[in-house]
Every structure is written in C-alpha cells, then in structure tokens.
C-alpha cells in the first residue's frame, strides 16, 4: 500500500510558489506516504490544495536551485542537501528544522529462505546481490555506503551493489528480486512483499535526520506559516511515529 498511485505524488507540472490556497511539497520520497496522510488530515479543516514532488533529496535540491522544480517548502533526507539549498540561497538557515530521524535495515524479499543475516554475511556466498540507493543523489544509499566502508565491507562487496535512484525503485525490485538479494533501506519503507533480516549498527554512519524549511520564495506566505506550525504538531508527530520514524527530539 504504499506504493499505490505515486502519480499523485509526482507532480508533472509546477505551480507558482505560494499561490492563495495551494501549497507545493518537494518531499524526500521516504517521507511521501506519511506526508499525504498529514496532507488529508490538513485539508479536513483548511481549504488547501497539495502538490506532492517526491524524489531523492539531491534531485529535488538540484532541481531547485537549478529552477527545474519550483516549492513552497522543502523536506530533505539529510542535511547534506538542506546544506546546499542554504548555500544556494534556496532557504533561510533560520528557518530549517530537524523533526524525525529514521534507520536503516537490510530486508529480502518476503519469499527468500534467508531468515537471519549478520552484517558480515553481506560479503558471503548467501548474498549475491545488494541493492542500495544511489550515494550520489538519495540519503539512504549514501548511509549505506557509508555502512559498509566504516565496518571494511565495501571492497569486499562492491561487485555486488546495484544502486536504484530513489527507495520506493528499490523496494519494488527488491520485492521482485531473486532469494539471494539484500537491500538496505530506511526502515520506514519496509512493506508487506518484504522481510527484515538485520538492523544496521547506528554507529556505522551518521545520524540519520530529517530537515525541513520553507523556501524563501514562499517564507512568510500565510498558508505557508499555517501549514508548517501545523507540522509541528502532535497529530503530525503521531503520523510519522506511526509510520516508524524516529520523533524523538535530534
């Protein structure tokens, strides 16, 4: 179910930023579900229409300050890209928050015989192919990679690491995938055709943050100012705890 009509969430056209009763989302794809849930429960009771643009944090970033993409405010994976909308002028450093956090697992498909795996049986003969997502671009693929070097793993598999660009690719081709396939995605994209075999070592990458701040296109907007105190509240932070993210404070 998660998965179901991304289409809703990819915009393919843009709105001006901040128009009256309209507000556009470039959203961190590991944050889309949980946001179109905050999205319906923002709607019962404000007269607003979204625009959901879900993609890998470094896609959207770039999009952004190339002007590709245009926002009213943007959710980033880390803080590495949050950094560089800063430094491009595309958001206020004042402005930007860290609600929730995340973790990342290693998941097979639901069919597999795998049952359990060690960290260091990514380099074993019962894993032939690891899918992570691209380091350049998403996140969880750079906290990934981030994994396996700290624990001296990355020469050792990187023959068999398969990048996908953003999580919901990889977990659709994860649950598609042969029995001796790995993934390693945030916890929170986890569903129903996949099973959990290893939580990642915290210690293994940095701090897993989630950043968000209106763009300063749209900073000060009514409906903008509105929505992000709404964000900022319990019933939001029930969405995301239900959804498995991390909203203890950073």
């Not at 290693?106 to 032939?128: C, E, H, I, N, Y």
């Given at each position: ?113 795998m ?17 992570i ?110 959804e ?7």
């Amino acid at each position: 179910w998660l998965f179901v009509s991304f289409s809703l969430c990819i915009a393919t056209s843009f709105f001006p930023s901040a128009r009256a009763g309209e507000l556009t989302l470039a959203l961190a794809n590991s944050t889309c579900n949980a946001m179109n849930r905050v999205g319906d429960l923002y709607r019962a009771n404000h007269p607003v229409r979204f625009t959901y643009q879900c993609k890998s944090s470094g896609l959207l970033a770039k999009g952004l300050r190339g002007g590709a993409l245009s926002a009213d405010i943007f959710v980033s994976a880390d803080l590495e890209w949050m950094d560089f909308a800063i430094e491009n002028g595309l958001v206020a450093e004042d402005t930007v928050t860290s609600p929730w956090g995340n973790a990342l697992v290693v998941a097979t498909p639901k069919g597999s015989p795998m049952q359990r795996l060690d960290w260091q049986d990514l380099a074993s003969d019962k894993v032939t192919v690891i899918l992570i997502g691209d380091p350049s671009t998403a996140p969880f693929g750079r906290h990934a990679k981030e994994a396996l070097e700290a624990s001296g793993l990355w020469d050792r598999v990187k023959h068999k690491i398969q990048t996908r660009k953003n999580i919901e690719l990889l977990a659709d081709s994860l649950a598609t995938s042969s029995t001796s396939t790995v993934g390693i995605l945030f916890k929170t994209n986890m569903t129903d055709q996949l099973r959990q075999l290893h939580a990642v070592d915290k210690s293994l990458h940095k701090p897993i943050r989630y950043y968000m701040a209106p763009l300063k296109t749209s900073a000060g907007n009514t409906e903008v100012t509105a929505f992000l105190k709404f964000m900022h509240s319990k019933t939001v932070k029930d969405v995301f705890k239900a959804e498995d993210f991390d909203v203890s404070a950073p």
